[in-house]
């Protein structure tokens, strides 16, 4: 495996993800659009999974101008969509590739920014949904699809509060520790067992609108842009990390 700074620095052949079919939650903006335009640039077929269409179409339209391999819109709602959505998704890949060899979780949201002695149960719910038990019961179901593949790579979003709590970050913390106990657990699972490999990112403070949410006040100048974060995301969902897996991964120094 490759030390921290030489994933950060990671620069992959230009089709380091030639014949690799990855699905990535969130594609519409910040870092998962980032993410879905990189893997595309490096040769992937894309399924470009969010809520908003419009976004999503947005960035399927930027791919297929740039003459790069045609992706697929997965529209989905992470907090309404069922075990059962996830079951019909896994048909859908089985039926048009025959496998999936990357999912990349990224999609979340932050929820409020209070002490968890105020911390409204219905937010609380909603964001458990999205940042957790969605990316739960989308990998079960895609785990026989993924299993198709002869290297999968299942990358799930963490960050620093989901290493060491503080203050007033209350669910999104909470979700994102779950986030690493849940790498841990899969990822000792499979160890050794097949072709799947599961690990975490963290992206670091990263410009996006969710940053910009959670510090209002910050120079969002002096953040890395989601383009500048991603060696580390192309490392792990491509070949030069297989035999990676359980662990926790920053993609910048931050
Ligand atoms: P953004 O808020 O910019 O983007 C989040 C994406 O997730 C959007 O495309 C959004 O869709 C999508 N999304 C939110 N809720 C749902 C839902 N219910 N169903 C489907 N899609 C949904 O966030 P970032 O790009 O900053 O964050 C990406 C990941 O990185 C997250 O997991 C975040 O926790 C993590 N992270 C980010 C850091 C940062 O500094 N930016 C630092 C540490 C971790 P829509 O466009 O429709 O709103």
């Known amino acids: 495996m490759l030390t921290a700074e030489e994933i950060i620095n990671y ?8 014949d690799r079919v990855i699905l990535i939650t969130g594609a519409g903006d910040g870092i998962g659009k980032a993410a879905a ?13 969010g809520r908003t269409l419009a976004k999503l179409e947005q960035l399927y339209d ?5 003459g790069l391999i045609e992706p697929l819109i ?7 969509a069922t075990s059962e959505d996830y079951d019909q998704l896994a048909v859908t890949l089985d039926q048009t590739f025959g496998r999936l060899d990357g999912l990349l979780h990224n999609a979340a949201i932050l929820g409020q920014r209070t002490p968890l002695n105020n911390y409204r149960q219905d937010v609380w719910d909603r964001l ?9 019961q989308m990998t079960q179901a895609l785990m026989p699809v993924l299993e198709k593949s002869n ?4 990358l799930f979003t963490s960050s620093g509060v989901g290493k060491v709590g503080r203050a007033f970050w209350g669910a999104y913390a909470v979700s994102k520790f779950a986030i690493e106990g849940m790498v841990q657990t899969w990822g000792a699972e499979l160890d050794g067992l097949g072709t799947v490999r599961v690990n975490a990112i963290d992206p670091g403070a990263t410009r996006t609108n969710m940053r910009a949410q959670a ?3 910050e120079n969002p100048t002096d953040l890395k842009t989601p383009a500048e974060i991603m060696p580390a995301y ?20 931050r």
């Open 128 to 136: 458990l949904k999205v940042n957790v038990t969605a990316q739960f």
């Open 37 to 49: 335009w990189a893997c595309a640039q490096a040769g992937a077929t894309v399924i470009l999974a």
């Open 234 to 253: 192309l490392y792990l969902l491509g070949p030069d990390s297989r035999g990676v897996n359980g662990r926790s991964i920053k993609a910048q120094n």
């Open 74 to 80: 997965y529209p989905v709602d992470l907090e309404g």
């Open 215 to 217: 510090f209002p006040a």
């Open 11 to 18: 620069s992959g052949e230009p089709d380091l993800l030639k």
């Open 151 to 154: 290297d999968a790579s299942v």
């Open 62 to 66: 930027q791919i297929v101008q740039a």
